[in-house]
């Protein structure tokens, strides 16, 4: 069955840094764009970051960008999104989802969602 | 950037009864890049249909989409309890990715 299971959340004071990741089973990972996408407590879906299968071109909200690196390990079948700067607004569950279409480059509906692993930003 | 404007912000029906959602886009979306996606609390959002209309794999047919350039439609033929949740609209076409604010369709 295709996969994706997020980690790395947890509670952070405003400034600090977290690392997540999402690995992937079932399916060749190195073939398909990924995002990560959040969701604020009680409010609706925004797109984070996407990068490409082959790991070489990315794309960052404005919200993110300058604070954000989205990466991938494509022989760990692995995704990253290293945050650093946090700040109280950033405070969501973090999916991270697989692109639909393999001939895409970033672009894409998101047809595998993970859980969302949860991000607290508070002092 | 293209902002997505849901409404109504909530839809309140009975089961077996048609619900029809609208998506507005605020410049034309590229080729229907427009993905609808199901979200039930405390699970993952699940697509239903992409490019406008393509039904997603596993989706019933009584779900369908429509619409091109700002105007996009998600209709669902009759609901099923299993049906009631929020919706989304995405727009994929352009950089910044997308999403308008959601559609809850809720038990009259």
């Known amino acids: 069955e295709v996969q994706l299971l997020e980690s790395g959340g947890g509670l952070v004071q405003p400034g600090g840094s977290l690392r997540l990741s999402c690995a992937a089973s079932a399916f060749t990972f190195s073939s398909y764009a990924m995002s990560w996408v959040r969701q604020a407590p009680g409010r609706g879906l925004e797109w984070v970051s996407a990068?490409?299968?082959?790991?070489?071109?990315?794309y960052y909200a404005d919200s993110v960008k300058g604070r954000f690196t989205i990466s991938r390990d494509n022989s760990k079948n692995t995704l990253y999104l290293q945050m650093n700067s946090l700040r109280a607004e950033d405070t969501a569950l973090y999916y991270c989802?697989?692109?639909?279409?393999?001939?895409?480059?970033?672009?894409?509906?998101?047809?595998?969602w993970g859980q969302g692993t949860m991000v607290t930003v508070s002092s | 950037e293209i902002v997505l404007t849901q409404s109504p912000g909530t839809l309140s029906l009975s089961p077996g009864e048609r619900a029809t959602l609208s998506c507005r886009a605020s410049?034309?979306?590229?080729?229907?890049?427009l993905a609808w996606y199901q979200q039930k609390p405390g699970q993952a959002p699940r697509l239903l249909i992409y490019?406008?209309?393509s039904r997603a794999t596993g989706i019933p047919d009584r779900f369908s989409g429509s619409g091109s350039g700002t105007d996009f439609t998600l209709s669902i033929s009759r609901l099923e309890p299993e049906d009631f949740a929020v919706y989304f609209c995405q727009q994929y076409g352009s950089s910044p990715l997308a999403f308008g604010g959601g559609t809850k369709v809720e038990i009259k």
């Open positions: 410049q034309s979306v590229s080729s229907s890049y």
């Open positions: 490019g406008a209309s």
């Open positions: 989802a697989k692109v639909l279409r393999t001939t895409v480059t970033t672009r894409d509906a998101f047809d595998i």
């Open positions: 990068i490409s299968g082959s790991g070489t071109i990315t």
